[in-house]
């Protein structure tokens, strides 16, 4: 068949490579990123076969939801009222609409190619981290503040960006992990590479990611001890790792602020009585939510719905330090920090079902890979703390990553 050609599969290799490439430049070179896409297009449109491609896609009720997912945003055109805002999101998201389509259309993409890139993504993120904390020693050595090695300070190529750093971080780790457990090349490279990015991933101190990787590590330690045999120094080694984890969560002054805000405002959340206000989400959500219930099929359009948060902010008394002064919540431009709330102003229930179908449809399918359930894992948890569709580092992260994971199957050998 024709999409089954050594010359296509090239193609669209090359394609993703150049993606991959451009998920750790696009913030300071976007070439690669928009080659990729190009090139993916390019070699889909004139690949012809649609009738099989479409076939195909149909079999995918993932990619079906994908697409559906951003036509419901497109549709919400129809009834916003801030066009402008609108046509800038569509745009931002067409990824998600694009690359499912070209990527779960076809089976040019080989499961050995798939692997390569999943390993040159964490080498690339290895490097990323390697970077970023000499760029902050630097700095450190001239003005002396330990700051530069903690949350958005440590993100040098992705600035200002600690949440979806880490949400790199955190895959990539899974990925290195994997290598040591099932590889039989690198082992000790990839354990230093292992070790470098759970050091900055506890720097970046992304309170949603430190969870979510406790959380989906925790899991996969206990199903690979249902279908392996660990041996007791292999317990202990685990023990070992967990217990330096978790205590340089703790001894690091800075990142057990971090976590201890988190407690106050999970107490708050829970309906505690604490006068200590350490972060807006608590208020977003509760307003946010509001929101919705006063529109809940449709929402308010990818054009309104920031603004219509924002605008009943103006009813919350609560203040937030900006660095110089308390200032009342609603003076800064927020999103709803929870893309399941998010998406569900944006463009109604609708698109809020096919958000959660995309997150928990894999884990009832048989032969998923351990990588993909774990991608998943790490996404479902860090998207109740963040609206993380809402820039482009985790639109193309997400548009990219789920179509080239979904089609890795499990396979009893090693990579």
């Not at 801030?82 to 040019?108: Q, V, Y």
């Not at 090349?185 to 979510?212: N, P, Q």
Request: charged share 15%.
């Amino acid at each position: 068949m024709l999409n089954k050609t050594k010359d296509i599969s090239f193609y669209y290799f090359l394609a993703c490579t150049s993606f991959v490439l451009g998920l750790f430049m696009q913030d300071f070179f976007k070439v690669p990123l928009t080659g990729g896409v190009i090139i993916l297009g390019l070699s889909w449109i004139f690949t012809f076969a649609y009738q099989e491609k479409f076939q195909t896609l149909l079999k995918q009720p993932v990619a079906i939801a994908f697409i559906f997912l951003y036509f419901l945003h497109l549709l919400s055109m129809i009834y916003t009222e801030n066009h402008a805002e609108g046509w800038n999101d569509l745009r931002l998201k067409i990824t998600l609409f694009l690359l499912p389509l070209f990527m779960m259309s076809t089976r040019c993409i080989l499961r050995e190619q798939r692997i390569f890139l999943l390993k040159f993504f964490a080498v690339l993120m290895m490097l990323m981290a390697a970077v970023d904390l000499a760029l902050s020693i630097s700095e450190y050595l001239v003005s002396g503040n330990s700051d530069l090695f903690y949350y958005a300070h440590l993100a040098h190529i992705l600035a200002s960006k600690p949440h979806y750093v880490a949400w790199y971080y955190s895959f990539a780790i899974f990925i290195a992990l994997y290598q040591i457990l099932t590889g039989k090349k690198w082992r000790y490279l990839w354990l230093f590479g292992f070790v470098l990015l759970l050091i900055s991933l506890v720097l970046l101190s992304s309170r949603a990611y430190i969870m979510a990787f406790i959380i989906v590590f925790s899991i996969s330690v206990v199903k690979w001890a249902k279908t392996n045999v660990i041996s007791r120094s292999g317990w202990v080694k685990i023990l070992f790792a967990s217990s330096m984890f978790i205590g340089a969560l703790f001894l690091i002054p800075k990142t057990n602020s971090r976590i201890n805000d988190g407690i106050v405002e999970l107490q708050k959340l829970l309906g505690s009585d604490t006068h200590k206000q350490t972060n807006t989400r608590v208020y977003l959500w509760k307003y946010g939510a509001r929101l919705i219930a006063e529109k809940p099929l449709l929402g308010y359009g990818v054009g309104d719905a920031k603004s219509e948060l924002n605008r009943a902010l103006k009813d919350c008394d609560a203040e937030f330090w900006n660095g110089e002064r308390n200032v009342p919540i609603y003076e800064k431009n927020h999103n709803f920090h929870n893309q399941y709330l998010q998406t569900w102003a944006e463009v109604g229930v609708l698109g809020f079902l096919l958000l959660i179908f995309l997150m928990i449809r894999p884990f009832f399918l048989k032969d998923q890979h351990p990588l993909f359930l774990i991608f998943l894992g790490l996404t479902i948890i860090g998207f109740i703390t963040e609206s993380m569709l809402e820039r482009q580092a985790g639109v193309v992260f997400i548009a990219f990553m789920y179509p080239l994971l979904s089609g890795l199957k499990k396979k009893t050998e090693s990579p």
